[in-house]
Structure formats: structure tokens, C-alpha cells
């Protein structure tokens, strides 16, 4: 029994069924294909990059003593939102800190920008693997609480801190400039941790790891496809002999002041000292934000690298750069005589010279260190009618200084390098006018006046003499990885002045050692060459000195520069002879080693100022 | 015509059958995609009897035996046996709510031994056995209000049961058998009424705070005027065949509403909701002038239906901002994507999209798919199965399963449309029914257009009760079709 009058109803009901079905085709179509909104939510739903942080790279000495390498720490983080129901006294005992820190640190926190209920924080950062031992084990009573794992730095010798530098959070506006970096990243902030940061950091690896609704990670995305692996840092090898630099360190304690000795046959550096210095293991672990606040807010600024920062009178050191110029500028010979009767006298003009024969030839000027001669030399440099006029003249010096290293920065692998001052023609019009000529300028003739140098420059100079008349540019980093460094510091530099007019000054220097200024250089058996300097300033004078040895195959060129230390000979020359020796030897002989034990217990004062 | 035994293989609708196992096997691999988590990956584990992959499996060949069994049992039995089936499944639901645990504040399981079984499935099979049975009967008349109100209340005792079950989504499956009833005569406006409701609803909310394009009206209040002209048009031409009438209408109405459209848009803003106000009066009054003047007494039909619809949108705004509550609203607006509340009550149907949408046109392959593996959609392998398969099957894959499912429903309606007797049509039109109902609200829901009511995808969400429920309706009614010769 059909119901004909009903039976076109089932095109109606086909027809519901139809409609539904193309209606839910169009929302997939809408959902699946038109909006690209659901692919990115999945994606940052279910998906959780993680990256892998590679090993930085490590850093040896020259002889393959390890200085600077990795240590696990962790930091202690939370998120605010999930904390809930924790015996914050229990969390205070645990951590080792008072309750007064505890609320301290969470205003702190609340204060800072990028705080977020949501997201985590740092409560504590850099503890040792005990201290997170001892928080391991109480942590399930602290929900909310988690613990990040960070690779910090750790320092085999409490020396050459300064050099090293340091790691520290990457800085907002680091990340934005550099997308290589992400909050929370470590990165070099000083010395060759910064200079050499591309090197040493590596390339950063990621995970891609699923995350299910709960949080929980649930493997790697098809099986690690789209993971790449981190590549971990290249290690550095440094011209630097730590031993040699340990001892330069102690023969600077309570003294201010550098050291730098350089290979001259290849421009490494040897040891660069800047005193006052400080242990880098102070700045590693817990204490470290303490430690690293006293330091920086110490008047003698122990974080500045003062033998690259530095500027200093270089006083008589200078007067080999003198001697060199007059030699190839012809003005001198090195058989030309200058009288010094106490001094240099020039009409009125009077510059004070200690006692000593007189008239001398330039051998004798450099080993006794006559102010006089070298006087003499720029007044007739500067009345020679080889130039114009005294501009000529002073520009033409002005070029023999650059030719070696001063007046700019020499190139140092180590970041914030001081130019020091070389004047020029210009310079000197700018304060006179025209009315100017040598006597205007006479100190630059023995280093003081406008005159300044680095201790680097200063120990460059004597690398040169060492070379005499090539120069590399001095760096730290000796190889990367077993590879070489930059062609720049491969590549020698010439100065304007030739070979002969080196040979006279070295034996100016040897004759210094033998029977000048710096007796007390001399080793046994080693062919020592050394040139004094007393810097004059407001204070006590600098003691001062470069050398080399030895004389016929240099194998270390130094300079020392101790402020308000007197005479060169006072600190300069024993602190550079032990130095050499230790270098040159190996060891310290017995009497070098009292020698030694008495300059490291010299204490100079410098008052409470600012320095 | 009596058929011959043994005969019964050569009548049977193969092409169901083959749809059936289609979406069995498709409903299967979806809930490996679901359940394979990242952490054990071996495969063979699909089958063991410890995973869910394993039981469901299992669970498909008790069906497919049962499935053959009932292909054996001839039709004439259902009609002697149908109200002694409806009774003592009625019974076994009514004992379910007092011996069923609380899962999830649902009594709606009973556990024999390590099984359980979910009665309010097989309640389905005895109630479109029983309507059948009812309807097919020779005085029936669904005009007689008796009859009419005898055969809603078959089904409507075994929804009031399984909502005591606290089952309330598996209960609207029940008024499904309304489009049986439709089909069998009952008058179209219910239908009609039914679905005009659930629009004004959706388009007058949904649209109730944007404006019109450039125009400053309300679109939703704007289109609902609009579909209100629409319908009356519709039954007037279709039920009153007021041919006259309704060509007036139309051409009033029609260049009414695009020439105030035209003014407002390029000459002169105004409130043009005024117009299609203006525009209903003047319908209603020629409407009664004409059922006056021309004896068209349809047309007052047509007026109440226009005041009804009127009414119910005016009470719907009421409704919801003065007579539900705040969840109650919050729901509603989340599902109509006036809110985004991804934690709350929206949470499900967010993720569900994400998981869906984040597929693209050809998925990310079998297995492959992160949202629902990484348990970001809850009810992942039963309620909201069909992410997985528009996460790892993508555009292309899912609308297959829904261009299949759609044909099985249709084909089935198709079955249904072929039988000798009321009764077998009746059987056949509530078996598509309960699918069509199923398939509606579960990929509705899915797909964020239908509210969150928790009833499986047939043959695709987990659950043993509900894929042999099913099953049993399908194989039963097969046999009945192949038995359509024969008259009882």
C-alpha cells in the first residue's frame, strides 16, 4: 500500500541530506584549505623547538696547558602561576639563602620587564652540581619550581682573567640586531670570549620535539627528521704562557700597572699582564654576581685591561724611536756627539739630564739614557733644511711614529684597544698658532709631554727593535681548531727606519744591560738588551722598561710599566729580567728567585682615588 | 511472490554491504591514527586485545557474525516479535538507571564480566522495529491525532529512558524519527517550522551585532525579515498554489527590498529595516484582502506563519539576554563564534578546528597527524574521531569519507524508498534517519557548526555497544529488503 501522494517527499528529505553534507564540504574547504589560522596554531600547539646549546669552544696556552673550559650550572627558575602551596622557609634552607633575600628576589623579579605570571623566571642562577644536588632532592616539594641546565665557563689558573673576559646574558639589543641569538643566550662580553665570540660559540642545534595538551614532551617529530645537531665551538690556542703570565701577575700584586711580552719572530702574545688583576674563578658559581659587582666598583678598576686600555708617558723607552729616526732621517750618525752639561740647554731653555760623561756618542746616549741627545737630535731634525719648515719636520716624525704602531691602534685581537697620542703639525698649530718649533715640543723627544703610548705599543716598539724593523701585529690566538688565524696578523709590518739604524740602537740597548741603566737586566749567559724609562706625571715618575733577548735570535721582546714606581730600575728592569729569564729558561734561579719573592711583597701606595 | 530458499545471498543489497565495510575499515584505521601514540610504535600492537585498536577490532567481527545471523532471520519474525523486543528493551533500559556505575555522571553502562554494554544502543533497533510494526499497521492513520500521538510516544518513552541515563545527547537521536514521520504523511509545516526556527535562531544572533556592508543596520535583524518574506513566498506558491497572490508578492516584495537596497547603498543611507517591515504588513494585509475577496484560505496559514516567525525572533533576542544564563549564553555564543573562550566551553571545538584545518588539502598522512596524537582534541577516537581523519587524511580524504557516508545514507533511503510495505519503509527510512541524525550533529560538531552533543560517528568512534547497534539495524533491515517480495 504505496502512498503515491507522500512519495515526493523523499526529494525533500534527499534533498536535507544533500544540502548537509555540501554545507560541511564548504567548512572543510573553509577550514582546511582557505585559512592558513589552524596550520600555524597546530603547529605552535603541538610543536616545541628546543635548542641544543653547543660546547663552547675551549681555550690552551702554548704549551697545551688547558685555561679555559665548560662547567655544568644551573639555574633555578619558576613560574609564578603554577607556584602553589611551597614552605618558602623550607625553599630558603634548601637554597642556602634568607627569607629577607627570598622576597628581595620575587620584588626584584615582579619589578622587571618581561615578567610574566605565565612564564619562566630565574630565580637563581649559576649554582654548582652540589648545590643543585642538595635542591634536586627537595624539589618535588616545591611545585613550580624547575631547573635549567647552563653551560658556564670555569678557569683551570686564576690568572689572565682579563684577557679571557667573560660570559654573560646576550643583551636586548644584541637579539634584535643579531638573529642568531635568543633571550637567555650566553654570549662574550669581554676579552677573547667577545673578540672571538663567532668562533667559539659554534652553531646552535634544535630539537623538534612534540608536546602533547598537557605539556609533556612526546618525542622527536618524525623521528628527529627535522632536528639538526649543534656544532660545538672551536677551541683557541693562545701564544699566551700561562705559567710566565702567573708570575707576572704575582710580581704585580698591589701595584698598578702592565706587562706585555710578545714573540717577536711571530707577534704572539707571551703574557699581557694588567695589575691590579683578579682571579676569573671569583666570577663563576653563586657568588659571582657579588664578586663581579665588587670588582667593577673597585677605584682601581682590576676589570679594565690596562696594557691595551691603558695610555702612558712611555718616557725614555721612547728614545729608541727617536734614535731610529735620526739615524734614517740623517740628522745623526750613530758616531755623533752631543754635549750634555746636566742637561739641555737651548737659550733660556733648560731640560734637566742626570750625571754622566758628556759629550757622548748615540751608543752611550741610549745606554745611559742622556735627555740631552735626544733633545739635540729634534732641534737639528727640526731645523733641517731637508724640510719645508717645522711642520714638515714634525709630520714627517709624526709618519716615522705611525710606521711604528703609535697614534693608532695596532690591531689586537682583544676588543676596546686605545690609539695612545702621536701629535702631528695640525695639532700643535691648532695651540700655538704659528709661533712653535722644537723647543715648543722637545719632551715628545723623550717620551713625556703629549706623547702616549699603550703598554702594547710600548712593548710592540721593542719587538720592533727585536725584529729590527718588522713587526707583527701582536695578538693573542695562536691557532683556532688547528686552523690559522686572520692573514692580517701573518703578514709583516715595516717601519720607516732601515736595519742599520737598528743595529745601532740594539747596541745601544746591549750596552744599557752591560754598563747603562739597566744593569740589573742582565741574566747569565743570555745576550740581554733593555732600555730604562722614568716617566714624569703629577705623581711619582713611572718606572718603565722594554728589552729583549736575546740580542742576535729574540725569542721575547717586553715591556713593563709599573705606575708611580720610581726609576725604571726600581721596578721595571727586575720585574722584565725575571720575566725573560723565567721565559728564556724555563726556571728562576735561586738568586732570581729572592729577587722575585722581594718584588712580589713591594707594596706601592696610591691612596684612595679614582684611578 | 514467494522466494526461494536459500536464495537470500542474490538478494541482498551488495553495494550496502560494501559501503558498510568501506566505512568500517575507514572508521577502524582512523582510530589506529587516534590511539598510535608516539611513544610505542609498533604497529602488529593494532591488534592486540589490550589496545583499544585490538577491542574495536574485535567488536567489528562480533558484528559482522551477528550481521549474518540476522541475515538468516526472516522477516515476518520482527513483526510477531517487535513489541515483545520494544518491551524488554524499554525494561533493560529502565534497569540500566538503577544498575549502571556512574561513568562521568552517565548511567548508562552495564558491565558483564570485563564487557560493557551500552543498552540505549540496541534501544535504537527496538524502537524502529516497534514504529514499524506500529505504523505499518493497516488502520493507522497519522492524520488521527490517537495515532499520530500513539507512534511519537514509542519513541518518545525511550528517550525520556536514556535521559534519565543522563545520556541527553544520545536521546535527541529519538527525534530523528520526525523525518520518518514526515515522510509518512505528517504535515510538512513541523519540518518546516522546525528548521525556520533554527535559522531565525542562528542568523539573527549569530549576525545580530554586525552591520549590513556599509549600512548602519543590523544584518542578522535585516536577513531574518528577509528569509521570513522568503518561507511565506515558499508556501504560498508550494502549499497554497495562490498563483496570483504570490507573483503580487513576489514582485512587491522583490523590488521593494532591491530598489530600497539600491537607494540606501548608492544614494541616500537610511534604516531600510523600516522597508521590510513596511513590506510584511503590506504581504499580510493583501494576503487576508485576498483570502477575503478570493476565498484563499490558505493564505491565512501563511499569515500566522509570518506572525509566528516574527514572535520567535523577537522572543529569541529575549530570550537570550534576559532569560538564560550566563553559561547557557557564553555556549551558545561560543558555538555561534560570537566568543572565543578556548578553555572553557569552546576548548573542544577550537582544538577539534586546529586539528582539522591544520591537515590542508591532502593531510599529513596515516599516523602522522601531531593535534590528535598528542591528545590535544579530548574524545579523540570517540566523539571527535573525525578530526583525526581531516588531520592525517586532509581535505581530500575527509570529504571521501563524507561523500561515502552521505551515499549510504542515501542509498539506504534509496532501499527504503523500494519496499513493498509500509512496514519495511518505515524500518528503512528510520535506519537512514538515526544515521543522517548521527552524521549531522557528530561532524557538525566537529566541524564547530553544530553544539557540542556527545553521540559517535557510526562505524568510526570507538565503542563496541555502538558499532553492534548499528550494525543490527543495518543487517536486520537488509534482510528485510531482500524479503521485500514477500507481503505481510
Redesign the interface.
Known amino acids: 500500500?504505496?502512498?503515491y501522494?507522500?512519495?515526493k517527499?523523499?526529494y525533500?528529505?534527499?534533498g536535507?541530506?544533500?544540502t548537509?553534507?555540501l554545507?560541511?564540504?564548504a567548512?572543510?574547504?573553509n577550514?582546511?584549505?582557505l585559512?592558513d589560522?589552524?596550520?600555524d596554531?597546530?603547529?605552535s600547539?603541538?610543536?616545541y623547538k628546543k635548542t641544543i646549546y653547543p660546547a663552547r669552544g675551549l681555550m690552551y696556552d702554548r704549551k697545551g696547558r688547558l685555561l679555559v673550559y665548560n662547567q655544568p650550572a644551573y639555574d633555578i627558575t619558576f613560574i609564578p602561576r603554577e607556584i602553589r602551596g611551597i614552605d618558602t622557609l623550607d625553599l630558603c634552607n634548601t637554597l642556602g639563602i634568607g627569607i629577607d633575600d627570598f622576597i628581595a628576589r620575587m620584588k626584584k623579579l615582579r619589578r622587571s620587564r618581561g615578567y610574566s605570571s605565565y612564564t619562566e623566571q630565574v630565580f637563581m642562577s649559576r649554582l654548582s652540581a652540589e648545590e643543585f644536588a642538595r635542591f634536586q632532592e627537595k624539589m618535588y616539594r616545591f611545585p613550580g619550581f624547575y631547573v635549567q641546565k647552563r653551560s658556564i665557563r670555569q678557569y683551570t689558573y686564576g690568572a689572565a682573567g682579563a684577557l679571557f673576559g667573560d660570559i654573560g646574558e646576550v643583551s636586548q639589543k644584541r637579539i634584535e640586531s643579531d638573529p642568531y641569538y635568543t633571550r637567555g643566550d650566553y654570549i662574550g662580553t669581554q676579552g677573547l670570549e667577545s673578540s672571538y665570540e663567532a668562533v667559539l660559540r659554534g652553531k646552535k642545534g634544535t630539537e623538534m620535539l612534540?608536546?602533547?595538551?598537557?605539556g609533556r614532551i612526546?618525542?622527536n617529530?618524525?623521528g628527529g627528521a627535522h632536528d639538526t645537531m649543534p656544532i660545538a665551538g672551536k677551541d683557541l690556542r693562545l701564544g699566551l704562557d700561562i705559567e710566565l703570565q702567573a708570575l707576572g701577575e704575582e710580581l704585580m700584586k698591589d701595584k698598578i700597572g702592565s706587562i706585555v711580552a710578545i714573540e717577536p719572530s711571530t707577534g704572539e702574545i707571551l703574557c699581557m699582564v694588567s695589575a691590579p688583576t683578579y682571579d676569573p674563578r671569583l666570577l663563576v658559581g653563586r657568588s659571582r654576581g657579588e664578586n663581579h659587582k665588587a670588582l667593577s666598583q673597585d677605584k682601581r678598576k682590576p676589570l679594565m685591561n690596562r696594557a691595551v686600555m691603558g695610555t702612558y708617558p712611555p718616557g725614555s723607552t721612547f728614545k729608541t724611536s727617536q734614535a731610529l729616526t735620526f739615524l734614517q732621517e740623517g740628522i745623526i750618525t750613530p758616531e755623533t756627539n752631543f754635549p750634555c752639561a746636566g742637561g739641555f740647554r737651548l737659550n733660556k731653555f733648560k731640560l734637566g739630564c742626570h750625571a754622566h760623561p758628556s759629550p757622548l756618542p748615540l751608543g752611550p746616549s741610549i745606554a745611559t739614557s742622556c735627555n740631552a741627545y735626544f733633545c739635540w737630535g729634534l732641534v737639528r731634525m727640526f731645523s733641517s733644511s731637508k724640510y719645508s719648515g717645522t711642520a714638515e719636520a714634525m709630520n714627517r716624525w709624526r709618519d716615522y711614529m705611525v710606521s711604528m704602531g703609535f697614534g693608532y691602534r695596532l690591531g689586537i685581537d682583544l676588543p676596546g684597544e686605545a690609539r695612545g697620542m702621536i701629535p702631528n703639525a695640525q695639532y700643535y698649530g691648532k695651540h700655538y698658532g704659528k709661533y712653535w718649533n722644537a723647543v715648543t715640543v722637545i719632551s715628545i723627544s723623550i717620551g713625556q709631554g703629549e706623547v702616549t703610548l699603550t703598554p702594547l705599543q710600548i712593548a710592540n716598539l721593542c719587538a720592533t727593535i727585536a725584529n729590527r724593523g718588522t713587526f707583527y701585529t701582536p695578538h693573542l690566538v695562536s691557532s683556532i681548531d688547528g686552523d690559522t688565524i686572520a692573514s692580517r696578523f701573518k703578514e709583516p709590518r715595516t717601519t720607516m727606519a732601515g736595519r742599520e739604524a737598528y743595529e745601532a740602537v740594539v747596541d745601544g740597548m746591549r750596552q744599557a744591560v752591560l754598563n747603562g741603566t739597566c744593569r740589573g737586566a742582565n741574566i747569565p749567559g743570555i745576550e740581554v738588551c733593555g732600555k730604562t724609562g722614568t716617566a714624569q706625571n703629577r705623581g711619582k715618575d713611572h718606572s718603565a722598561f722594554i728589552g729583549f733577548a736575546p740580542k742576535d735570535d729574540p725569542k721575547i721582546a717586553i715591556a713593563v710599566y709599573v705606575e708611580n714606581g720610581g726609576f725604571g730600575a726600581e721596578f721595571g728592569v727586575p720585574i722584565g729580567s725575571l720575566l725573560m729569564e723565567k721565559y728564556l729558561n724555563d726556571t728562576l734561579s735561586t738568586a732570581s728567585r729572592e729577587r722575585a719573592e722581594y718584588i712580589k711583597n713591594r707594596v706601592i701606595y696610591y691612596g684612595e682615588g679614582e684611578r | 511472490m514467494e522466494r526461494e530458499r536459500g536464495n537470500i545471498f542474490q538478494q541482498i543489497d551488495w553495494l550496502t554491504i560494501g559501503l558498510y565495510l568501506m566505512l568500517a575499515i575507514m572508521g577502524w584505521l582512523a582510530i589506529c591514527g587516534a590511539s598510535y601514540?608516539?611513544?610505542d610504535t609498533n604497529i602488529l600492537e593494532f591488534l592486540s586485545p589490550s589496545e583499544r585498536t585490538g577491542k574495536q577490532a574485535m567488536w567489528m567481527g562480533v558484528s559482522l557474525f551477528v550481521g549474518i545471523i540476522l541475515l538468516c532471520i526472516d522477516k515476518r519474525i520482527y513483526k510477531d516479535w517487535s513489541y515483545i523486543i520494544y518491551i524488554f528493551f524499554m525494561l533493560l533500559g529502565i534497569l540500566t538507571i538503577f544498575i549502571a556505575k556512574d561513568i562521568k555522571g552517565s548511567h548508562s553502562w552495564i558491565s558483564i564480566g570485563s564487557f560493557s554494554l551500552q543498552p540505549a544502543e540496541f534501544m535504537k533497533f527496538a524502537t524502529t522495529l516497534a514504529l514499524a510494526c506500529f505504523i505499518s499497521k493497516?488502520e493507522y492513520k497519522i492524520d488521527n491525532k490517537a495515532d499520530f500521538i500513539k507512534s511519537v510516544a514509542l519513541f518518545l518513552l525511550p528517550m525520556l529512558i536514556i535521559v534519565s541515563q543522563r545520556e541527553t545527547g544520545s536521546a535527541l537521536v529519538y527525534l530523528s524519527f520526525f523525518?520518518v514521520l514526515?515522510?509518512?504523511?505528517m504535515t510538512?509545516l513541523v519540518?518546516l517550522t522546525a528548521i525556520s526556527a533554527i535559522v531565525y535562531f542562528v542568523v539573527g544572533i549569530r549576525f545580530g551585532e554586525t552591520s549590513l556592508g556599509s549600512l548602519d543596520v543590523s544584518s542578522g535583524h535585516y536577513t531574518v525579515l528577509v528569509l521570513i518574506q522568503i518561507f511565506a513566498l515558499s508556501m504560498l506558491k508550494l502549499r497554497c498554489r495562490h498563483d496570483k497572490t504570490f507573483m503580487v508578492l513576489l514582485a512587491v516584495n522583490g523590488v521593494g527590498t532591491l530598489l530600497a537596497y539600491w537607494i540606501a547603498v548608492y544614494i541616500i543611507a537610511f534604516n531600510i529595516i523600516i522597508v521590510q517591515y513596511v513590506l510584511i504588513a503590506f504581504s499580510i494585509v493583501y494576503m487576508l484582502v485576498r483570502a477575503r475577496l478570493a476565498k484563499e484560505n490558505g493564505n491565512l496559514w501563511v499569515v500566522l506563519f509570518i506572525c509566528g516567525s516574527m514572535a520567535f525572533y523577537a522572543s529569541c533576542d529575549y530570550v537570550m539576554h534576559n532569560v538564560l544564563q550566563e553559561h547557557q549564553r557564553v555556549r551558545i555564543e561560543v558555538l555561534l563564534g560570537l566568543k572565543e573562550d578556548l578553555s572553557g566551553a569552546g576548548y573542544n571545538v577550537h582544538?577539534s578546528?586546529?586539528?582539522?584545518?591544520?591537515?590542508?588539502?591532502s593531510g599529513k598522512g596515516f599516523l602522522?597527524g601531531?593535534?590528535t596524537?598528542?591528545?590535544?582534541v579530548p574524545e579523540q577516537d570517540t566523539d571527535f574521531i573525525f578530526c583525526t581523519i581531516?588531520e592525517e587524511q586532509?581535505?581530500a580524504g575527509?570529504?571521501f569519507v563524507?561523500?561515502v557516508f552521505?551515499t549510504f545514507?542515501?542509498r539506504l533511503?534509496w532501499l527504503a524508498?523500494r519496499q513493498?510495505?509500509?512496514f519495511g519503509r518505515v524500518y528503512g527510512?528510520s535506519l537512514?534517519s538515526i544515521f543522517?541524525f548521527h552524521?549531522?550533529i557528530n561532524?557538525?560538531m566537529v566541524?564547530?557548526?553544530m553544539p557540542v552533543i556527545g553521540i559517535p560517528l557510526p562505524f568510526f568512534s570507538y565503542g563496541g555497544s555502538s558499532f553492534l547497534g548499528f550494525s543490527i539495524l543495518l543487517f536486520s533491515f537488509l534482510r528485510i529488503d531482500a524479503d521485500r517480495a514477500v507481503k505481510v
Open positions: 500500500m504505496k502512498n501522494g507522500n512519495e517527499r523523499k525533500v528529505l534527499g536535507i541530506v544533500i548537509v553534507l554545507i560541511y564540504i567548512q572543510l574547504f577550514l582546511q584549505i585559512s589560522e589552524y596550520k596554531k597546530a603547529d600547539n603541538a610543536f612534540l608536546r602533547d595538551a598537557y612526546q618525542g617529530y618524525l | 601514540s608516539y611513544i493497516r523525518f514526515y515522510r509518512e504523511g510538512g519540518l582544538q578546528k586546529i586539528a582539522i584545518g591544520s591537515g590542508g588539502v602522522n601531531t593535534q596524537k598528542l591528545k590535544y581531516g586532509g581535505f575527509s570529504t563524507l561523500v552521505a545514507i542515501l533511503m524508498e513493498n510495505d509500509r527510512y537512514a543522517f552524521f549531522t561532524v557538525g566541524l564547530g557548526i
